[in-house]
């Protein structure tokens, strides 16, 4: 087992896992997780024991989910827990470095949202973050700094010659604790 690496694929609603012998040069699928829609992004906690997806079918559908999956010591994924509900569509989702808050980024309308992760590598309940939280015209992916004091969020811009709508691209730099983000920079 050594020699063996796991590898998640999005097929549509399926995470599909892959083990790759790296001695024999082969790959084999071995199993799949499923989630409510399509998955728009997923991410590995930080012991490598969970897995989490970030699903929708697009911005105007009123399905999207947070769903998290144990991972096996052969690297299958069973689910670990129900799905999370959320209200908008998530683009990016990240785990910081302590395994306790999962981070994920919105486009419409261009936001940011912690959940806590409980022992037992769930999804729980969402931190409540400032009103006034920057997050771009269009928030696209959200990453921690390796301090995991600072977080980035990426925001999208829209270049419009000519017209009263261009919308720079910026990286809104958030100061990071107890799961609660603060704007503290933007570069544009």
Known sequence: MANRVSLYVSEGPDIAHYSIDVEEATIMRRNTGSV???????????TNRFLYAASSIGAKDSEHHLTAFSIGPDGGLSPNGEPRRLSQR??????DAT????????NLPSSATVHRIDSDGRISDQVQQP???DAGFYA??????????????????????????????SLKIC??????????DTVA
């Open 131 to 133: 009103k006034d939280l």
């Open 99 to 106: 395994g306790r808050y999962l981070l994920t980024a919105y």
């Open 175 to 184: 100061s990071f604790e107890d799961g609660v983000l603060r704007n503290v």
């Open 36 to 46: 409510p829609q399509v998955v728009q992004y997923a991410w590995v906690h930080p």
């Open 140 to 169: 696209h992916q959200i990453r921690l700094f390796p301090s995991n004091r600072s977080a980035v969020l990426v925001a999208r811009g829209t270049h419009r010659p000519n017209q009263s709508s261009d919308h720079p691209g």
């Open 90 to 95: 998530p683009i990016h989702v990240t785990v």
